[in-house]
Nanobody, 126 residues
Framework: VQLQASGGGLVQTGGSLRLSCAAS????????MGWFRQAPGKEREFVTS????????WLAESVKGRFTIARDSAKNTINLQMNSLKPEDTAVYYC????????????????????WGQGTQVTVSS
């Protein structure tokens, strides 16, 4: 599976951005999908995950109520809608895919993901 992330950019505090991750190669329909982010000098951290069927999602506490993840299985794409952005959301955002035979599980650990996109920069100015 190849993952291509897009949609990053520069936005002011309180603004919104939508990231997309397009999957190609082997079908992404049997993969849990997720987003992680890495700020300069920090570890890569979990942001959100969505199950194979798209019915179950999980968000990190720091983004709950502001970020939403959704998947379009027909297009092999996941989207991350980010609202009310804060300077601490500034990071490179990575999409990831991890194989699953279950429809209703999500993954929150980096080691559960087999494939990673190249990352897209999100910068929130204060």
């Amino acid at each position: 599976v190849q993952l291509q992330a897009s949609g990053g950019g520069l936005v002011q505090t309180g603004g919104s951005l939508r990231l997309s991750c397009a999957a190609s190669g082997r079908t992404s329909r049997n993969y849990v999908m997720g987003w992680f982010r890495q700020a300069p000098g920090k570890e890569r951290e979990f942001v959100t995950s969505i199950s194979v069927g798209g019915r179950v999602t999980w968000l990190a506490e720091s983004v709950k109520g502001r970020f939403t993840i959704a998947r379009d299985s027909a297009k092999n794409t996941i989207n991350l809608q980010m609202n009310s952005l804060k300077p601490e959301d500034t990071a490179v955002y990575y999409c990831a895919a991890g194989g699953s035979t279950y429809d209703n599980v999500v993954y929150t650990n980096r080691s559960q993901y087999n494939y990673w996109g190249q990352g897209t920069q999100v910068t929130v100015s204060s």
